[in-house]
């Protein structure tokens, strides 16, 4: 998010955010989110974020507004910067969730470790459709969202790096995540046009080339993997 700001980017004018499930590392940039943009950015009076996610945001969201109750109040007397704009969080369900003039955004159940509800989006825009898979095992909701999409975003870990994970975690990781190997069986049902690699797990000290050696071992098309702020 900061790198973000340093490049232009106006946190105070986007509208929403999409969380994947409510896992510590996946939301512990909330806070930030509202409060913190930077040494030099200001808070403007844009319109209300809302963080869309799972049962569990809102409150989430509700916890967070109260824990910097006392902070506010003396931002609010001594005249420091405070952030001016509503945030909010939206417990939702799979189906569509969201709709601007620029985008339509879809969430979709996926299986992640114990959790109720995890979702992957389906984005859609004029002239793309983005799959970003969330957290997830293998599944065969993203065969059927992708279904020829332009971008595939998937989570993945090395399954040549597996072995080296301590045996007491295997057993979470292989219930919680996707494979080299899995995800190159999954990413040849789902045919996207690009199928980029993110939330990386390089189990055993393997690297970004040795994920994309495994992946095209068993897949043809057009992979690469991601990096934050890469544009495709």
Same mark, same amino acid.
């Given at each position: 998010?900061?790198?973000?700001? #340093?490049k232009?980017t106006?946190i105070d004018?986007?509208?929403?955010?999409?969380?994947?499930?409510?896992?510590?590392?996946?939301?512990?940039g909330?806070?930030?989110?509202?409060?913190?943009?930077?040494?030099?950015?200001?808070?403007?009076?844009?319109?209300p974020m809302?963080?869309?996610?799972?049962p569990?945001?809102?409150?989430?969201m509700?916890?967070i507004?109260?824990?910097w109750?006392?902070?506010?109040?003396?931002?609010a007397?001594?005249?420091?910067p405070?952030p001016?704009r509503?945030v909010?969080g939206?417990?939702?369900?799979?189906?569509?969730? $969201?709709r601007d003039?620029?985008i339509?955004?879809k969430?979709?159940?996926?299986?992640?470790a114990?959790w #109720?509800h995890?979702?992957g989006y389906r984005?859609?825009?004029?002239d793309? =459709?983005?799959?970003?898979s969330?957290d997830?095992r293998p599944?065969?909701?993203?065969?059927?969202?992708?279904?020829?999409?332009?971008?595939?975003?998937h989570?993945?870990?090395?399954?040549?790096g597996?072995?080296? =994970?301590?045996a007491r975690?295997?057993? $979470?990781?292989?219930?919680?995540h996707?494979s080299? $190997?899995?995800?190159?069986?999954?990413?040849?049902? #789902?045919?996207p046009?690009?199928? =980029?690699?993110?939330?990386?797990? $390089?189990?055993?000290?393997?690297?970004?080339e040795?994920?994309l050696?495994?992946?095209?071992?068993?897949?043809?098309?057009r992979?690469v993997?991601?990096?934050?702020l890469?544009?495709?």
């Amino acid at each position: 998010m900061l790198e973000a700001v #340093a490049k232009g980017t106006k946190i105070d004018t986007i509208p929403a955010v999409f969380i994947t499930h409510l896992h510590s590392d996946h939301t512990l940039g909330l806070a930030a989110l509202v409060y913190y943009h930077g040494p030099n950015a200001a808070f403007r009076g844009g319109g209300p974020m809302t963080v869309y996610g799972p049962p569990g945001i809102a409150a989430m969201m509700a916890h967070i507004h109260a824990a910097w109750t006392e902070d506010r109040a003396i931002r609010a007397q001594t005249g420091g910067p405070a952030p001016s704009r509503e945030v909010r969080g939206a417990d939702v369900a799979a189906g569509i969730i $969201y709709r601007d003039s620029n985008i339509v955004v879809k969430a979709f159940e996926v299986p992640h470790a114990t959790w #109720a509800h995890a979702f992957g989006y389906r984005v859609e825009t004029a002239d793309r =459709v983005i799959v970003i898979s969330g957290d997830t095992r293998p599944t065969d909701a993203i065969a059927r969202e992708c279904a020829g999409c332009d971008v595939l975003l998937h989570e993945v870990y090395s399954a040549e790096g597996f072995s080296k =994970v301590p045996a007491r975690m295997q057993p $979470y990781h292989s219930s919680a995540h996707t494979s080299t $190997y899995e995800l190159a069986a999954i990413a040849a049902k #789902a045919k996207p046009k690009l199928l =980029v690699l993110y939330h990386q797990l $390089y189990f055993g000290g393997t690297t970004d080339e040795d994920l994309l050696r495994e992946i095209r071992s068993r897949y043809n098309g057009r992979v690469v993997s991601a990096h934050d702020l890469d544009v495709y």
